[in-house]
């Protein structure tokens, strides 16, 4: 049977319309590689990002997510420094292991229900600092939004920015959905990052209607000083880079990232609804943005998949016998259509239970 819609990841969602013009413009004639300076395209983009996050800024664009963690954070620290960031954290679960062979360091991770670090969890990995037989702790890594779906307030962005400053070390933002979380919080890209004191951002724009490309953006100059020789040597170095920087532009001109992130955030609130409508379910992670975390019942799941597939987040969630943490995404084109037909798919499946 034909799959409909997936509520597995945003990243399955195809490129969206402004997005392909943008390709397709881009693909006349010839323009300098690399990303040189006779090439406009990405000239252009690095000027919309300047616009966006301030004058004292230098962006680089990379093919993924996984290159835009892992250069931006191994551009602060050496092997015998340490990253700490939540257990869930993507770059601690989901990069298979690429900080540890390609940075060479340790990650240190905190545990946390909904995704979210605090300063109280990261205060007592303090006392490696100075001590020779301990990775000494560097970069503070969060994710916004979260893998868990929650989003951090600016305040807790700046709380964390201001105590690793206070401590010799850095914050790195996964952006993989950034562009939610401004949504979520009704924010701009400088208020929530430049201005809280970020010091290297993982700008995603892939799972908001991109077709390829993120980019890493130091939010500071001289912490860029040589980025360029370690993105090649990272083998991130596009040489038709033009097709990267053309997305990035229209992305950011009249507000496209947002009106695709709102309407991603919109459907998962009203799925956030469906879902709260059906008594045997219960949602069980704050609805921030575009992901909907909801407590299934087993005998269920597969049978649902078969027509809108979902991943299961985790298999046995303390206290809920014979359920199934599951994630639910939206997407920058999910319908109120998709919704609907996924809530009566769970409950046709429930009734056959």
Sequence with gaps: MKMKKSFASDNWSGTCPEIMTALADANKGHAEAYGELDDVFTARAKQKFIENFGEDIDVFFVYNGTAANVLGVSHLINSYHAIVAARSA????????????FIGCKLLELESTDGKIQVRQIKPLLKSIGFQHHAQPKVISISQVTEMGTVYSIDEIKELADFAHSNSMFLHVDGARIA?????LNADFKS???DTGVDVLSFGGTKNGLMFGEAVVFLNKGL????????????QLHSKMRFIAAQF???LTDDLWRENASRANLLAKHLEEEMNKIPQL?????VN???VFVYLPEAIIEKVREKYFFHVWNESPQGKDGMKEVRLMCSWDTTKDDVAGLGNE????????
């Design 90 to 101: 993507h770059l601690n679960e989901d990069e298979c292991g690429a900080p540890e062979k």
């Design 289 to 291: 943005a575009n992901g």
């Design 346 to 353: 769970i409950k046709e499946a429930l009734g056959n239970c």
């Design 192 to 194: 929530m990052i430049t």
């Design 180 to 184: 939610n979380a401004a949504v979520s």
């Design 282 to 286: 219960e949602v069980s992670q704050d």
């Design 224 to 235: 860029a000083v040589d980025f360029e020789y370690r993105r090649k040597q990272g083998m």
């Design 249 to 251: 532009e229209r992305y």
